[in-house]
């Protein structure tokens, strides 16, 4: 239980993350969240904060391209790692397949889930490109949304699958005529 | 042509609103552009961009992070608190407590930082700090001495002569509220069926992902306060009032919200501990709640006790409704939107006579505060339960039975209904879309056990009300601003309104932005509850978007050399209605004016009082159970609502699928677990307080009803909310029933509840799975 | 978080004399999922967290050979969830390691740190609350909100073990291998894992400083299959979990182990339940008379009575499917 006197603070220590592609140099106390270190120090606040243990999928982030509760990271474990946040999904401006196909099928209501279910269903299609429904649940049972968007997560997760096979298939290039330039 | 709108106190000092001139509600004929189609939200793409900014993502520069030391005990005084480490600890900027801060009064009779405790999660004190990390180190090394006192955990035994007050005057928060008409008494007594149970539903939290809390920063004397809330205008005068300052000098700013369903209505300490902080650091300060304090000390729908009689004659006319009700008020009144337990029961089905009791009981617990349907989730357990026996005794279907006992006028006040046939067409359009069929029905085999259930539900609120404004902007460019004081929970009510202004001038979605959520940019605008937003503000965005479209019409006539009244809008052009083929561009009559805009002012009419306007609306439930295991599987709903005209019914769906999955979130597993004897609330978190996740969601389907309710504002739209989540927690009880035979009186359907229910079965019936 | 230092060492030898300085004070992070809760919660206060994740000498790999399949403490729940090797061979374990907890803390939980959890109880995760596990004089669960609790009564705490994958390791005949500043040891794993006593209130033996480094899991020539029930469909810890490894030959049960989950302290082997299976041909009838011994002994508290009807049911399910 509590010693409340035990001395605040620890020293500092050096830690080097890449995040959506840029290096940053940082210097963190070991007890400092990667979530608290996304949102406080990189001012990367897509990545949401909101139960902080690791119960609800918010602060889903992908580290070395496994999702991954940011939360439930130190900064310094991730130390040397590539970090994919939410900010880092669309492309010079074009929409994720994941991001578009959240838009076109209504996949949150107030939205405080949604980057850490893209984040999810993201690594799914990494891994899966062409995923059944079972797949496409078990991929974001680990977020939860209490608008209750689910019926449209799993609309979305289909058609993100989708989205991004036409995109392989037209070499890459925007399909739907996405209104990420509104 | 402009609405505007009087409004006086007449001399019972009732507001009194007079419309004048008023927009008419929109013809049946109307070929609609924008109104009815299924838009993407406006706030799309910042919301899955990781851009949309929250309450909890204002970032200032040098603001400070707040953290608040919270009670350890249910029912405790302070009898000394010393802060002098935390406050030596290098990056801490403030503490604040209830011996360095002037008493400002809270909910009834306490004070922001109050002496005694009456909950665990009662604020004792606040740090502002650098980073969260030391505000936390400085929340550890506050001493705090405190004098336990007696405290009651359960509502169940607040009102025993012996039990220990939460504070003066007994645990009662008022006097019972009793309501009668005719005798339900008597009428018991000749009744030919009567059912007689006592039901009861659990304290559920709200679980909001983004938590309450608020960034406060002040500039001299104003203060900018951005608060995850659901009404911007709400918390600008409590804080005003909690600081001693002028509303004016108060902006309350609402971009985006993670949650509310209710509990987000109200200020609550966040709002004015984080501008003390604020002000006495001379720091921007952001205070938000852990997940922890959100269970413990921002609300929760209350526990409810209900015990119901009600009675029915040989034809199945419901002849007696009678409910004595007891809920659990937690250890404050935060006020907001009432728990209206009894309500339901008083208008719902048809009855001449109607006995209702209720009474509010004080707790050492969490205070309870509206969470979506507030009243009537808890109501419609018992009630669509006990119509659902009383069917069974009768023989009849249970949609049958309901629609014997129709009523096509609110029977409080005899008006008629403002679409009288509104519950019928949600029976009708239900059942069809579900093929409801009890004689047909799929029961299972072996352990897995089959079977539908039905519930209806009345709604009160989802028609809107004034006063509320809107103003809109008509740009050279031909585009459209509109400004509403309103602010989007996330339930699109940037959007809806965009559509219903886009309709209005007969312009593209695409051509409109809308601004809510800022007292210091928009007109007044009410709180977002009660399923009302669209059906209040969405009046007043007509009426300015109208206005402007009159006085773009008078500039085009001038130009087009026709009489304004022959014009028309459509597609951001201007055209005579009746031929001729000439037309402007908006822009083009625009250009005249360039580069000021035409301004136009909108406001919400008053409901009209021949009538009653309720939203209506019934669910179909198939369930299987598992009788080995307990395990119960919400397999399909099909759900039809009297919602009026549906601005766009993808958005609309999203509310029907959110409030089922609510639904059955309440209906299985939700619940809030205290230990009595320390007062403590032992799942005040998301692992063991268990939210539906994605497998847990039935197949859904949503029946439209489609008729707009013209009588009820000048869009015909009623809010869509609430309603789902009323009935789906007691269709789900009554597809028990029907699949094994058992009436779960207490929610929710747990394991452990079904599991026991199913062992008593076994004892008391040898296991034939079906009770008498 | 309190504050504490880290250490990320490079081989395992360092981080053993690391962790073997001052016992409780310094604790080996791998996946951190249960530590990082544990210290936000100030159930423990570390000074110093060593991370043990990219050692030289500790396995992330899951090897089959001749004598069994060796599986490294690092290898993680996802990578058990998902290997065809694992999923063909030794069935209760990918199914316990699928259906625990969630894909983002599948790919971060190590095999190692799962069965070191600490219970979930909600009296021993509040800090406020001394219960007897943190030291305390007696537990409140006995007495309070106990429906989440054991079953059966084997220590002065009634909190249950929280790991799917250990009840099915347990099934499987692992072997657990250990590494301390003393040297190495192997032991069955349902040795390591034991009800806490009042000298030593945890939920295992595993001497101070010493790390799992891995687990052998016996050849076997049965199936096996694990059952779980949540309050929810997924995303919980089990209310009842049954691991079962069954192996039929000429018509006859001629081994099996059956392992309980949720019911106490520990995951129990249902011995007695496994003698009697032994040697008989496998039937309906002979599942529910295991069950029934299964659960002999036991002895519910206020809340957790369903426990009863719901391991039964999930015990005649479980020999039923590994025999099917």
């Not at chain 1, 904060?49 to 940011?70: E, F, L, P």
């Not at chain 2, 609306?617 to 598992?626: H, P």
């Not at chain 2, 197949?699 to 609430?722: S, Y």
Request: contains cysteine; aromatic residues 6%; negative net charge.
């Amino acid at each position: 239980m509590t010693t409340p006197d035990k001395a605040p603070a620890s020293p500092r220590v050096p830690v080097t993350l890449r995040v959506n592609g840029s290096d940053h140099h940082l210097l963190v106390e070991p007890r400092h969240t990667l979530l608290d270190t996304l949102r406080e120090d990189l001012r990367l606040t897509g990545t949401k904060k909101v139960c902080d243990m690791g119960n609800c999928g918010a602060c889903t982030v992908h580290q070395d391209g496994h999702s991954v509760y940011s939360c439930l990271t130190l900064a310094v474990e991730a130390n040397g790692s590539e970090v994919r946040t939410v900010e880092g999904l669309a492309d010079a401006g074009e929409l994720d397949p994941v991001q578009e196909a959240f838009i076109r099928a209504d996949a949150f209501q107030c939205g405080f889930c949604t980057p850490g279910q893209l984040m999810s269903l993201r690594a799914l299609l990494d891994a899966r490109p062409d995923p059944t429904d079972e797949e496409i649940a078990k991929a974001v049972t680990g977020n939860l949304c209490r608008c209750g968007a689910y019926h449209n997560i799993m609309k979305a997760g289909r058609l993100a699958a989708e989205i991004q096979a036409e995109r392989r298939a037209t070499g890459n290039g925007p399909t739907a005529g996405m209104e990420a330039a509104e | 042509m402009t609405a505007t709108m009087d409004i006086s106190l007449d001399e019972d000092g009732k507001l009194q609103l007079e419309e004048h001139e008023g927009v008419g509600a929109w013809p049946k004929d109307r070929r609609f552009t924008s109104v009815g189609q299924g838009a993407h939200r406006l706030e799309g793409l910042e919301k899955v961009t990781g851009k949309a900014q929250y309450t909890y993502d204002v970032r200032l520069p040098g603001q400070l992070e707040a953290r608040v030391l919270r009670s350890p005990h249910p029912h405790a005084r302070i009898l000394s608190i010393d802060t002098s480490a935390a406050e030596a600890l290098p990056g801490v900027h403030a503490v604040l407590h209830h011996g360095n801060t002037e008493p400002i009064e809270w909910y009834n009779g306490s004070f922001v930082f109050d002496p005694t405790l009456r909950m665990v999660g009662d604020e004792v004190a606040a740090v502002a700090a650098d980073s969260g990390d030391i505000a936390e180190d400085a929340i550890r090394l506050i001493r705090v001495e405190y004098e336990v006192l007696p405290h009651v955990t359960y509502f169940e035994d607040a009102l025993r002569p012996d039990a220990p007050h939460v504070r003066e005057g007994g645990n009662l928060t008022d006097e019972p509220t009793v309501y009668d008409r005719g005798d339900a008494d008597a009428a018991l007594q000749r009744a030919h069926v009567v059912v007689d149970r006592k039901f009861t539903t659990q304290c559920a939290i709200h679980n909001s992902l983004e938590p309450h809390g608020s960034t406060a920063s002040w500039d001299g004397d104003d203060l900018t306060l951005w608060s995850s809330t659901q009404s911007v205008f709400t918390i600008r005068e409590q804080v005003a009032e909690a600081l001693g300052t002028s509303e004016h000098r108060v902006r309350v700013i609402k971009h985006h919200m993670g949650g509310g369903f209710g509990a987000k209505q109200v200020a609550w300490k966040n709002d004015v501990i984080a501008p003390l902080l604020a002000k006495r650091t001379g720091r921007p300060v952001q205070l938000m709640l852990d997940r922890e304090a959100e269970s413990l000390a921002a609300g929760n729908r209350p526990a409810t006790w209900q015990h119901v009689r009600f009675g029915a004659d040989r034809d199945g006319k419901l002849v007696a409704v009678w409910a004595d009700i007891h809920i659990d008020a937690g250890a404050y009144q935060v006020g907001g939107e009432a728990s209206n337990v009894s309500g339901m029961y008083q208008s719902l089905y048809k009855c001449d006579n109607v006995h209702t009791e209720a009474r509010n009981i004080y707790t050492n617990t969490g205070p309870a505060v509206a969470f979506r349907a507030p009243g009537h989730v808890e109501a419609a357990w018992a009630i669509e339960q006990t119509m659902d026996e009383l069917a069974r005794k009768l023989g009849l279907d249970p949609v049958e039975f309901r629609r014997r006992n129709y009523s096509e006028v609110d029977q409080l006040e005899g008006k008629p209904y403002s679409l009288p046939e509104g519950l019928s067409l949600s029976y009708d359009k239900v059942t069809e879309a579900f093929g409801w069929n009890t004689e047909g029905r799929e029961r299972g085999a072996g352990s897995k056990r089959r079977g539908l259930g039905f519930a209806a539900h009345d709604w009160i609120a989802g028609s809107g009300s004034p006063p509320a404004y809107a103003w809109a902007k008509l740009n050279p460019d031909g585009g459209l601003d509109i400004i509403t004081g309103t602010q989007d929970i996330g339930t699109g009510t940037r959007t809806g309104l965009g559509q219903i202004g886009a309709e209005e001038l007969g312009i593209d979605l695409a051509d409109v932005s809308v601004q809510l959520g800022d007292t210091a940019l928009g007109p007044y605008s009410p709180v977002s509850s009660g399923s009302s937003t669209l059906a209040s503000i969405g009046p007043a965005v007509r009426g300015a978007v109208n206005d402007v479209r009159e006085q773009l019409l008078r500039l085009a006539a001038t130009k087009m050399e026709v009489a304004a009244d022959r014009l028309t809008i459509a597609d951001g052009r201007i055209s005579v209605a009746d031929g001729g083929g000439e037309s402007l561009s908006i822009a083009e009559v625009m250009a005249d004016v360039a580069p000021a805009n035409l301004m136009g002012k909108g406001v919400r009419g008053p409901n009209p009082d021949d009538v009653a306007i309720r939203t209506f609306g019934a669910q179909c439930v198939e369930v299987e159970v598992d009788t080995d295991t307990g395990e119960v599987t919400v397999l399909r709903v099909a759900t039809a609502h009297d919602i009026g005209r549906i601005v766009n019914p993808t958005l609309v769906d999203s509310q029907i699928w959110g409030g089922i999955t609510q639904g059955v979130g309440f209906a299985l597993h939700e619940e809030r677990v205290v230990d009595d004897r320390l007062g403590r609330i032992l799942n005040a978190n998301l692992e063991e307080y268990h939210v539906p996740t994605i497998v847990d969601i039935p197949e859904m389907t949503h029946a439209h009803v489609g008729v707009p309710d013209t009588r009820a504002n000048i869009t015909g739209a009623k809010g869509v909310g609430e309603p789902p989540l009323i009935p789906t927690a007691p269709a789900i009880a009554n597809a028990i029933y029907d699949a094994v035979g058992i009436r779960v009186e207490n929610a929710p359907i747990s394991r452990q509840r079904m599991l026991t229910l199913l062992r008593e079965q076994t004892t008391t019936t040898n296991g034939n799975g079906v009770t008498a | 978080m309190r504050p504490f230092a880290y250490e990320r060492p490079e081989t395992i030898d360092q981080a053993l004399s690391m962790l073997s300085a001052d016992g409780d004070a310094t604790r080996p992070l791998a996946g951190g999922t249960d530590l990082l809760t544990l210290i936000k919660g100030e159930i423990v206060e570390p000074d110093l967290l060593v991370d043990i994740k990219r050692l030289d000498g500790l396995s992330d790999r899951i090897e089959p050979g001749p004598d069994g399949t060796r599986i490294g403490a690092l290898v993680t729940l996802t990578q058990l969830e998902t290997d065809p090797h694992i999923m063909q061979t030794y069935g209760a374990l990918a199914q316990a390691a699928g259906k625990a907890a969630t894909p983002q803390l599948r790919n971060m939980a190590t095999i190692g740190g799962n069965v070191l959890q600490r219970p979930r109880c909600w009296y021993y995760r509040e800090s406020e609350i001394p219960c007897w596990l943190k030291g305390g004089d007696t537990c409140p669960a006995r007495d309070g909100q106990n429906a989440y609790h054991a079953i059966f009564d084997e220590s002065p705490c009634v909190a249950v073990h929280p790991s799917d994958s250990a009840a099915a390791l347990i099934a499987l005949g692992a072997t657990v291998h250990l590494r301390g500043s003393d040297g190495d040891r192997s032991l069955p794993l349902a040795e390591l894992m034991s009800p806490p006593t009042e000298d030593r209130r945890r939920e295992t033996t595993l001497r101070p400083g010493e790390l799992i480094t891995g687990y052998t899991l016996p050849p076997t020539y049965g199936k096996s299959v694990y059952l779980k029930a949540m309050d929810r469909k997924a995303w919980a810890f089990a209310l009842v979990g049954v691991a079962a490894h069954v192996t039929v030959a000429n018509g006859a049960i001629s081994d099996v182990r059956l392992v309980l989950g949720g019911v106490a302290n520990v995951p129990r082997r249902a011995t007695a339940a496994e003698n009697l299976l032994r040697g008989k041909s496998p039937s309906d009838d002979l599942f529910r008379q295991a069950a029934e011994v299964a659960l002999e002994g036991a002895t519910p508290l206020k809340h957790n009575a369903y426990k009863i009807d719901l391991t039964r049911a999930l015990i005649q399910r479980a020999l039923s499917q590994a025999t099917a």
